[in-house]
């Protein structure tokens, strides 16, 4: 028992402007995020690579602070699906006792999400398996769409190539209509 209680992790709190239109969700934040208080601390995870790439000048130079204001400011709301799990290590793989986010009121709060875009097949599978159940119509029916995970655990994709599939959620914030095509 005690092991299990010195493994529980604790998430974040959301980032997220009240305007937001689209949410990107992770699973977890990894041990250098939870030590460093701060979504996709890991130097070589490409999160901020990627959403400097789509959003620009020079984001992923700026203080942590300033990229979360950059993305809301774009648009883009932050989160994990998981609150609170236990998790030697960093890998999804060895999450066990998930609890989820209370999605419900988020999307009460957030009226304006019209995407959601998964950091990772975990992320997806959680959210499917956990939080969707609990939500109701209109929030039950938001698109989603996984993404390839930007975890330095993930690099058999290239930048490149995860940058190329991420593009998705920059048309989705010009597209108004909130439609995620699956090309």
């Known amino acids: ?3 299990a209680a010195q493994n529980q992790d604790t998430g974040f709190p959301y ?26 601390a890991h130097p070589r995870n490409a999160f901020w690579p990627i959403m400097d790439e789509l ?48 999605f ?11 995407a959601i875009f998964f950091n990772g097949r ?10 969707l159940p609990q939500l109701d119509n209109p929030y039950h029916n938001l698109p989603l769409r996984c993404l ?6 993930h690099a058999a994709r290239s930048f490149a190539r995860k940058l190329t599939v991420w593009q998705v959620v920059k048309k989705v914030l010009i597209n108004s209509s909130g439609i995620i095509s699956t090309s």
């Not at 300033?66 to 960093?90: M, N, T």
């Open 1 to 3: 028992m005690g092991d």
């Open 15 to 40: 980032s997220a402007a009240s305007d937001a239109r689209v949410l990107i969700l992770g699973s977890m934040p990894s041990r250098k995020s939870l030590a460093e208080q701060q979504y996709y």
């Open 55 to 102: 959003f620009g000048s020079g984001l992923a130079l700026l203080p942590y602070e300033q990229r979360l204001y950059r993305l809301r400011e774009s648009g883009i709301a932050l989160w994990d699906v998981a609150h609170q799990c236990v998790r030697p290590g960093s890998l999804d793989t060895n999450m066990r006792d998930v609890q989820v986010n209370d």
């Open 104 to 114: 419900g009121p988020f999307f009460a709060l957030h009226p304006h999400i019209h």
């Open 122 to 131: 975990m992320a997806e599978s959680l959210y499917r398996k956990l939080a």
């Open 148 to 153: 390839p995970s930007t975890s330095p655990a």
